[in-house]
């Protein structure tokens, strides 16, 4: 076997170019063992050949090759980017997979606005304006965020509430905007706070920030205007928080990445700490897949290089492993030419990364303790339900309306990891309830959700099926969830978690192939069921709400045809109420010159039609 996949190598090897591409590894089956990218596909694929110089597990993966295909792109950053695309498409089970690895979020500021907004921001930069980050998590974003408004009055309210001018919003009487959306604030004063907020947020230097605040304090407090001097006394403080709580002062550290791995029971665990400009911009644990015969060396190697195939990378990189010179061409490849990667000794650099190594190896024990609790309740599950099939992920569905308005429907995700977020989703019902109300709804929700959800290839190739199915509901549910599934010819089972006749929460019963059980209230596999009913419940209710209040909140401008923002001021303008809208004749219409007669004729037959 072993000379056969050397063989196999080999051959292909001296068919290759001496160009920058990807190649993959199949075994008999035709399943992709791994891919890999090459700034040179030749001389990477040979490295295969010498078999003493490799580890167990690329010598296992090596006698596992039968077959092997290649990709040849112009340059090696497109390599990275198309290895990282099908890395994460294929999940070769050789290659180390980050599976939670969404866009890292930034703080956003526009620069094509009279008074730019402050916002969070995520996915590609292609709106113009000033970009900070990336932020490990959205809490820490959220945090800087308010901070930088108590700082600098910086508004987050929306473009409309802005271009209206005549209604302060809630955050100028929390001290935290200074009021462009109530005309408190002209262009050329606000463009200063911008200027500030920028060199505060780029340079990371709070001295220069504070001085001017002070300044300013003591003169509005000479001046005996008490309420600006508190105003930009509470600033200051804000801004001593953050430079004590987030600021590092070390030497070379302006931006830097730390990264330390633990591994344990044949799994990793990678902490990140982030930096920028002398700042924290907090820290992340990943939980990367790998072979379970990887050493730690080639987790984090392929973890740097999937974590920055599609993000910028900074001029330091602190990591609890050695990583030589020959492993960073090899894996990481010429974007990681200037860029140092460090294992600290002694000194602030190493009690960072001791930091970060202790975390890591926390973190890893709350992921084994979560994956056997995982591991238990699925096998119960199995057992009871007589399921044959391993469970790995989850997928549970309700829905929610108001007497048969507004409905939504909704599908969360659960696997080993707890609740997959990014894989939550929300399905506006297209069947008019209202019109068709002697027809079971409910039931009907349930299948246009499940038809929408298995039907649709999208959702295929985005996400792994599910092994199983949780549906809030009893038997007509179930049966409806069956019927989708039988018609698709989908073999997934199916679970109905129906409330008991009094409706109270332990008094559940569980309905599969036709037979239900019940569960005693201080079961934990109950609770366990209890809590992703009770997610998909919560994101119901959420989403319908949210539905509801959007469409509660319609004006009456938006049923007028022919009327859309601009001339929607303009009426308001005019006219101040609908009331005095509604009660206007045709030749008091008329006299808005800027409106075209057509449209102003619909809007008083619109008021005035029987």
């Not at 077959?67 to 890395?87: D, H, K, Q, R």
């Not at 960072?352 to 084994?368: D, G, R, T």
């Amino acid at each position: 076997m072993t000379l056969q996949g050397l063989e196999i190598i080999k051959a292909t090897s001296k068919t290759l170019p001496n160009q920058p591409g990807v190649y993959q590894m199949e075994d008999d089956k035709g399943n992709i063992l791994y891919i890999g990218k090459a700034k040179n596909l030749s001389n990477r694929v040979k490295n295969y050949l010498s078999l003493n110089n490799l580890t167990r597990r690329i010598q296992r993966m090596v006698c596992l090759t039968n077959s092997m295909s290649f990709f040849v792109t112009n340059t090696e950053l497109e390599a990275i980017i198309l290895e990282c695309n099908l890395i994460k498409k294929h999940k070769p089970r050789f290659n180390v997979l980050l599976r939670d690895d969404k866009s890292f979020p930034y703080i956003f500021i526009s620069s094509e606005h009279d008074f730019p907004r402050i916002e969070k921001h995520r996915g590609a930069k292609n709106k113009p304006g000033r970009y900070y980050g990336p932020f490990a998590s959205p809490d820490a974003v959220n945090r800087t965020i308010n901070t930088i408004q108590r700082i600098f009055l910086i508004r987050s309210c929306t473009d409309k509430e802005v271009s209206a001018g005549n209604k302060l919003c809630f955050n100028y009487y929390l001290k935290r905007c200074s009021g462009p959306c109530g005309q408190k604030i002209s262009k050329v004063a606000y463009a200063k706070l911008i200027e500030a907020a920028d060199d505060f947020l780029s340079s990371g230097n709070s001295k220069k920030v504070h001085k001017n605040f002070s300044n300013q304090m003591y003169k509005a407090s000479k001046e005996k205007n008490f309420e600006l001097a508190a105003s930009l006394r509470d600033r200051i403080k804000a801004l001593e928080h953050i430079a004590q709580n987030n600021s590092i002062k070390i030497k070379d550290f302006k931006d830097a990445d730390i990264f330390a791995i633990s591994t344990k029971d044949g799994r990793s665990c990678i902490y990140g700490s982030f930096f920028r400009n002398n700042t924290s911009y907090g820290g992340k644990a990943f939980y990367p897949d790998h072979d379970k015969l990887s050493d730690e060396n080639e987790i984090m190697l392929g973890f740097l290089n999937i974590f920055y195939a599609e993000k910028e990378i900074p001029k330091i990189i602190i990591t609890n492993i050695n990583i030589n010179k020959v492993d960073r061409l090899s894996y990481l490849g010429k974007n990681f030419e200037n860029i140092k990667i460090l294992k600290p000794l002694k000194g602030p650099k190493k009690n960072l990364l001791k930091f970060a190594e202790k975390n890591s190896s926390i973190n890893l024990e709350l992921k084994l303790n979560k994956l056997k609790s995982f591991d238990s309740f699925t096998y119960e599950i199995k057992k009871l339900f007589k399921i044959d099939k391993d469970i790995n992920k989850i997928e549970a569905y309700d829905n929610s309306h108001t007497f048969g308005k507004y409905p939504v429907g909704v599908m969360v995700a659960y696997n080993n990891n707890g609740f997959m977020k990014s894989n939550y989703r929300k399905f506006n019902i297209k069947f008019n309830m209202e019109e068709n109300k002697n027809k079971v709804d409910d039931y009907y929700m349930m299948k246009e959700i499940l038809i929408r959800r298995f039907k649709n290839i999208q959702f295929k190739t985005d996400f792994d099926l599910p092994d199983l199915l949780l549906i809030d509901g009893g038997k007509g549910q179930y049966n409806s969830a069956l019927d989708v599934l039988s018609n698709l010819k989908i073999d997934i089972p199916i679970i109905a978690m129906a409330k008991g006749v009094e409706r109270d929460s332990g008094k559940e019963i569980l309905i599969h192939n036709k037979f239900t059980y019940r569960l005693s209230e201080n079961n934990t596999l109950l609770h366990f069921l209890q809590n992703i009913r009770d997610e998909v419940h919560r994101f119901a209710i959420t989403t319908h709400r949210n539905k509801r209040s959007k469409m509660s909140i319609k004006s009456v401008y938006d049923d007028l045809k022919g009327i859309g923002p601009e001339r929607k001021k303009i009426l308001k303008k005019h006219f101040g109420s609908i009331e005095s809208l509604k009660l206007a004749s045709l030749e008091e219409l008329k006299k808005i010159k800027s409106i075209p007669d057509n449209i102003l004729e619909k809007i008083y037959e619109y008021f005035h039609s029987v």
